[in-house]
């Protein structure tokens, strides 16, 4: 899921039969639709995990630096970029971690790709797509901050990239992912992933085509069909919105609440009703009367 802008190691001989796991674990998760929820998280799970050692046993021959959370690969000569990264990784994860529940016993890949072309290029993007950060299978996959990040000043630099980049972003959309093994909607992972960007760096997307004051987009819209949606500025910051919506009125630890039902098995609507008193339809107009009104009093 893109930011737009707007033992760590693979084992070797895991890889010469993961292909044929992997397509092994995807029909199986075909069969398991409709068993217990536990054997589905676990399906999902195992599934995610041979992407990511795929992943990073590909990207082996690239260059690697390590933190206490985070294994860092990036081409040569990409070292100071790489730091940063890893630099700004860090200090992000224990304020998300922390508020969310998530821990984990192995360092969390990240790849750091010179161009927009070669980050492109791993999802079949045009190599015009504006993309800075993508979490995708358990791996954070970013765009080399000297690309896009202005600043000749070292401490602007560092500060641009901290404040604007994709760190905060990508690792909650990781998190929400680990949380609730894979059980959650578009616009609540994206709603979280820029609720703790907003909270941890300030930034919020700025785009006069996110005015409210327009025909807005259904959350189950947002689910079936987000990529798509011609107006994309508004589609990220409705789902903002809904997150934060949540953690004004009901306080953060409603949004901790919503994952824990979602990885017990519920439903997005279930979790809401659990954790908020209220149906889908009737959260829907909630939030947006609540965006609409603090829109127009210049408190967004």
Do not use: C
Not at 9 to 22: E, M, N, Q, T
Not at 29 to 52: C, D, Q
Not at 135 to 164: C, M, N
């Amino acid at each position: 899921m893109p930011h737009i802008n707007n033992q760590e190691l693979a084992r070797p001989s895991l890889y010469i039969p993961l292909g044929i796991v992997l397509a092994a674990l995807v029909l199986v998760a075909v069969f398991l639709m409709k068993i217990p929820n536990f054997i589905r998280n676990g399906t999902y799970s195992l599934l995610r995990e041979g992407l990511k050692e795929k992943a990073v046993w590909t990207t082996r021959d690239m260059e690697t630096i390590t933190g206490q959370h985070f294994i860092v690969r990036y081409t040569n000569g990409n070292q100071k970029d790489a730091e940063l990264v890893l630099a700004t990784a860090e200090q992000f994860y224990g304020p998300i971690a922390a508020k969310y529940g998530f821990s984990s016993s192995r360092k969390i890949p990240v790849i750091v790709y010179p161009s927009r072309a070669e980050l492109n290029r791993n999802f079949g993007w045009p190599a015009n797509e504006s993309a800075m950060g993508v979490y995708w299978a358990g791996v954070i996959r970013v765009l080399s901050p000297t690309v896009w990040v202005p600043d000749q000043d070292p401490l602007s630099f560092q500060e641009t990239f901290k404040k604007s980049g994709p760190m905060a972003h990508e690792f909650t959309h990781l998190v929400v992912d680990y949380v609730t093994a894979g059980n959650y909607t578009r616009w609540f992972t994206e709603g979280m992933a820029q609720y703790e960007e907003y909270k941890l760096t300030g930034f919020e997307f700025d785009e006069p085509t996110a005015s409210l004051d327009q025909p807005l987009y259904s959350l189950s819209q947002m689910d079936r069909d987000f990529d798509n949606l011609p107006n994309q500025p508004l589609a990220y910051r409705q789902s903002y919105l809904a997150v934060r919506y949540i953690a004004e009125e009901y306080g953060e630890g409603a949004l901790k609440s919503i994952l824990i039902n979602l990885a017990r098995g519920k439903n997005m609507e279930l979790a809401l009703q659990s954790v908020l008193g209220m149906e889908m339809q009737q959260f829907e107009a909630k939030y947006q009367k609540w965006g609409m009104e603090k829109e127009k009093l210049h408190q967004l």
